[in-house]
């Protein structure tokens, strides 16, 4: 049976984001959220990352509107609170 799992990125985004990529691999359900701030996309490891995350079909949610719109939904910080409940676990990095 498969996991819903939301991976929650503040300050290591890079990090954070390759482990959401490691997790898709098992067949789980991953969500990441970008709280807090904007991804630093001027780092490569971020860019790269993001960029897999969109080839994997893995959904980038945010409340703030980002540059790259075309990668990241945007969702208000109340949506994401409620939303954040129906997740099996939810990983803050």
Do not use: C, W
């Not at 799992?5 to 300050?11: E, G, M």
């Not at 959220?33 to 897999?52: H, R």
């Amino acid at each position: 049976m498969s996991k819903k799992i939301a991976v929650l990125v503040r300050v290591r985004q890079a990090e954070a984001l390759r482990m959401a990529i490691g997790l898709s691999i098992q067949g789980d359900r991953v969500d990441v959220f970008i709280m807090g701030q904007e991804l630093d996309v001027d780092d490569p490891a971020v860019a790269l990352n993001l960029e897999m995350l969109a080839e994997i079909g893995v959904p980038v949610i945010s409340h703030i509107s980002h540059t790259f719109r075309d990668s990241v939904a945007v969702m208000s910080t109340e949506d994401i609170a409620r939303k954040l409940v129906e997740y099996d676990s939810v990983i803050p990095y």
